[in-house]
Nanobody, 125 residues
């Protein structure tokens, strides 16, 4: 049984930092592209960042470029999202997902197979 579990969310002030972690089990982690997505209240889910199975390729939404960094440790079955210079508009539930493809349907991390339940990130102004 595949499990994807996020952690690290919380409440921080604007300009602060958070690091999200996501651990996946029940799959061969190194075979999977991993992605972070987010959904703010009343808005659709959007892709935040994506990292290839080896970590050699990454992709970011324009809104987070230069502020967020995705990385992975295949030995620990974990992917991270370092978030710096956080803004109130970053407030959302952040989801981690695993998939077998890098680019699908016109989107990086467009074809994810397994999803976590999310971790809430709240940025106060």
């Amino acid at each position: 049984q595949v499990q994807v579990v996020e952690s690290g969310g919380g409440l921080v002030q604007a300009g602060g930092s958070l690091r999200l972690s996501c651990t996946a089990s029940g799959l061969t982690f190194g075979d999977y592209t991993m992605g972070w997505f987010r959904q703010a209240p009343g808005k659709e889910r959007e892709g935040v960042s994506c990292i290839s199975w080896s970590g050699g390729r990454t992709n970011y939404a324009d809104s987070v470029k230069g502020r967020f960094t995705i990385s992975r440790d295949n030995a620990k079955n974990t992917v991270y999202l370092q978030m710096n210079d956080l803004k109130p508009e970053d407030t959302a539930t952040y989801y981690c997902a695993a998939g077998r493809t890098w680019y699908t349907g016109g989107s990086y991390c467009g074809g994810m197979d397994y999803w976590g339940r999310g971790t809430l990130v709240t940025i106060s102004s």
